[in-house]
Every structure is written in C-alpha cells, then in structure tokens.
Nanobody, 128 residues
Framework: VQLVESGGGLVQAGDSLRLSCAASGLTFSNYAMGWFRRSPGQARDFVASITMSGDLSSYAESVKGRFTISRDNAKNTVYLQMNNLKTEDTAVYYC??????????????????????WGQGTQVTVSS
C-alpha cells in the first residue's frame, strides 16, 4: 500500500490550498480515509475523515467551516480543501487509511491509532 500526499506549500493567512492523497495497492473503496497533521513538537492531530463511500465526514472543531474532505473512488484519491488558512494550520499533513470490515459502514475514525497505512506527509506553512 502506498499513499502519496501532494499540494502543500507556503501561503499567506486567508489563502486556500487543496491537498491530494493518491492511494495505490489497495481496494480504495473499502477504506475510510483520514487527514491528520503534526506541528513541531506536537502530537499527530485529527483534521478530517470520510466514509468509504464519501457520504459522511467528520472534522476537528478547529477546521470546521474552513476545510472540506472529499474523495474520488474512481481515482483512488482523497482531497482536503483548506480555505481561510490560519497561521495555526501550519503543520505536516498526512493522509491515512482505515479498513472497514462491513460494506456500507459509516465509521470514519478520528483517532490516529485506528488507522492502518500512512503517507509521508506534505508540509503546509501559513505566514501572517
């Protein structure tokens, strides 16, 4: 299984970025997907997650209304649209997979320990 994130960069506060995570080596539609982030010296924090089908999603309070997670199962890709970025959003962003044993499950974990595979991360830096 390989997850490759892209789309990070250096932006100013108030700008937008869209992160992508391309997955290979798995049946993508069998996995819920999550985005997490880690700031220097901090633990890996939950950002957003989405069900296998893409019908339902969850967000950290700090990003609600600004970030949107989505997926395209035909392209084996999950996205994170980030609008109105703030300096506190600066972090390395990771995507991760969660295998759902039940077809049609709405479960989309928020705890990083539940996830199976991780990408290498992409840096997002927001300047003031």
């Amino acid at each position: 299984v390989q997850l490759v994130e892209s789309g990070g960069g250096l932006v100013q506060a108030g700008d937008s970025l869209r992160l992508s995570c391309a997955a290979s080596g798995l049946t993508f539609s069998n996995y819920a997907m999550g985005w997490f982030r880690r700031s220097p010296g901090q633990a890996r924090d939950f950002v957003a997650s989405i069900t296998m089908s893409g019908d339902l999603s969850s967000y950290a309070e700090s990003v609600k209304g600004r970030f949107t997670i989505s997926r395209d199962n035909a392209k084996n890709t999950v996205y994170l649209q980030m609008n109105n970025l703030k300096t506190e959003d600066t972090a390395v962003y990771y995507c991760a997979t969660y295998y759902n044993y039940y077809v049609g499950s709405y479960y989309r974990p928020t705890c990083p320990d539940e996830y199976d595979y991780w990408g290498q991360g992409t840096q997002v830096t927001v300047s003031s």
